[in-house]
């Protein structure tokens, strides 16, 4: 009794853990600065086909400079912090399709209909591949998979917790290129000229060994949610859920007027990013060669637009629902529903902006530069060849993940020493890149570094019905399980990979 009791009183808040970690930096990055904590990196320029040297040292944040920077930054920093924007705009749609009743109906059915083992599966399965749509997948899984869990009648503390496993274990994984992918593949083709100035990568190069992680680790992100996350969670009371909803004709009527009218705004934008049919790909950037780039690029109006898009798709399933089953009755109900998931916002608005400082000075004070360019040296100067090799990449980048997040970041020290390094080895440029992301994969989810993090943390309060807050090292600890799971499925995917030889794409090998 007395252990608990002393457990409770140094169970730290997570804003005031995101405040201590603040200061921690501050202060560690004066010490490395001190002590001269720098590395020295090389990058290959195809175009000139020489190597530039660039020295990155530690900025000291506890000096007069680094002190005005965090006071300068802070707030133009929170206000251009992407997850917030994307946040509110998908709240705005997820608020509306939540009060007029469309969530609850489509999600009771779903739950009635299917297992529980099946419902986690396909969130799971989902969340993976939403890789895709870059990191959107975070703003509409996390606070989607709560609800669906909730009507279902489970605790929506699991939901948001296999959803986030899925999204970060699967955030190096995708059957098809993706905007992040086609970045990185620049640079590994960049990291391929300096031997070889004339290899191609074929764009489904990764589609064997990405399908095979992609069931894989499903299969066992499901497992360990239903076998060991879950049941460990305290028991959830569902106050507003004590009777069963009935799915009545109006309900139904609802989900049929609101499911048509989603179809046909989806066709109307499926159509306009399909290039070469009459009046199509007006939301494209042609001026891009793979068709990820023309989808995803700076200029591309689908992507500056897409969290809007799907703003609005939720706001026709919410609204036609709300018409077909005479839950919305008035324009004031429309307005007022539009507000209702912003409701009791201020705990999440306040963990987001300490998350954005401890994110813009962690990134200001380039500590974690200096260790990827420092394990980039070591892939340089090691006597690994071969299978250790590989694993030697696989862990390093694991590691370097929990400093530096950020996949073309990392990949744009790495590539120009690592890449020229495996292929002297025998290991095809495509195979590099494979090792880089999964091995970025196992630990995506266990740093708060990771902007989409605190989007995490904040459902995970919201949904909490304990008085004490549930830490931020707790809800890293919830991920535990799953990031093990995934360094071991992952790694026996390369070993088997590199050892059997087998295609790991269309036109792409593990070894030259």
Not at 30 to 51: D, H, K, P, Q
Not at 151 to 160: K, L, Q, V
Not at 366 to 392: D, Q, Y
Request: aromatic share 14%.
């Amino acid at each position: 009794m007395k252990k608990r009791r002393i457990r409770d009183k140094i169970t730290l808040n997570p804003i005031m853990t995101f405040v201590i970690l603040i200061i921690a930096i501050i202060v560690i990055s004066g010490i490395l600065s001190l002590v001269g904590f720098e590395s020295t990196y090389n990058t290959y320029n195809a175009t000139t086909e020489e190597y530039t040297s660039t020295l990155v040292s530690v900025f000291n944040l506890f000096s007069l400079s680094g002190l005005k920077y965090i006071f300068t930054s802070t707030v133009s920093n929170f206000v251009a912090f992407t997850p917030l924007s994307m946040l509110i705009i998908i709240l705005i749609g997820i608020g509306i399709m939540e009060k007029s009743g469309f969530l609850k109906t489509a999600f009771t059915l779903i739950s009635k209909f299917c297992k529980k083992n099946t419902v986690t599966f396909v969130l799971v399965f989902l969340s993976i591949i939403s890789s895709i749509i870059g990191d959107l997948g975070y703003i509409i899984f996390i606070p989607l998979s709560a609800l669906l869990f909730l009507h279902g009648r489970r605790n929506p503390i699991a939901g948001i917790i296999a959803s986030f496993a899925g999204l970060t274990c699967g955030s190096g994984i995708s059957i098809f290129l993706t905007s992040i992918d086609s970045e990185l593949l620049k640079t590994t083709l960049t990291g391929a000229a300096v031997l070889d100035k004339g290899y191609t990568i074929s764009t489904f190069g990764f589609i064997f060994i990405m399908l095979a992680a992609i069931i894989l680790l499903s299969i066992v992100i499901t497992f360990i949610t239903e076998k060991i996350v879950a049941p460990r969670l305290p028991k959830y009371e569902f106050a507003e859920l004590e009777e069963d909803i009935v799915i009545g004709r109006k309900e139904l009527k609802g989900l049929i007027y609101a499911l048509g009218a989603g179809f046909l705004y989806l066709i109307f934008f499926i159509y306009n990013i399909i290039p070469g049919l009459p009046f199509s790909g007006n939301l494209l950037d042609n001026t891009q060669v793979y068709y990820i780039d023309k989808l995803f690029s700076y200029d591309s109006f689908f992507s500056n637009g897409f969290v809007f898009i799907i703003t609005i798709l939720f706001v026709i399933w919410g609204l036609f629902y709300g018409i077909g089953a005479k839950t919305i009755k008035n324009n004031n109900d429309v307005c007022n529903y539009f507000s209702h998931s912003l409701d009791g916002t201020g705990h999440t608005l306040v963990l987001i902006l300490f998350a954005s400082i401890l994110i813009n000075i962690f990134k200001k004070s380039e500590i974690g530069t200096v260790i990827i360019s420092m394990f980039a040296n070591l892939i340089e100067n090691t006597s690994f060849t071969g299978l250790p090799l590989v694993i030697l990449l696989f862990f390093l980048t694991a590691i370097g993940t929990i400093f530096v997040p950020s996949s073309t970041a990392k990949y744009s020290i790495l590539a120009g020493i690592t890449i020229p390094v495996l292929m002297n080895s025998g290991i095809t440029p495509e195979f590099s890149q494979v090792i880089f992301r999964f091995g970025e994969s196992v630990t995506t989810g266990l740093t708060p570094l990771l902007a989409y993090f605190v989007i995490y943390l904040a459902f995970i309060h919201k949904y909490n019905q304990d008085e004490k807050p549930i830490s931020l090292f707790k809800t890293i600890k919830y991920q535990l399980p799953y990031s093990l799971a995934t360094c071991g499925i992952l790694l026996c995917l390369i070993v088997v990979w590199y050892l059997i030889g087998l295609p790991i794409g269309v036109g792409a090998s593990a070894v030259l």
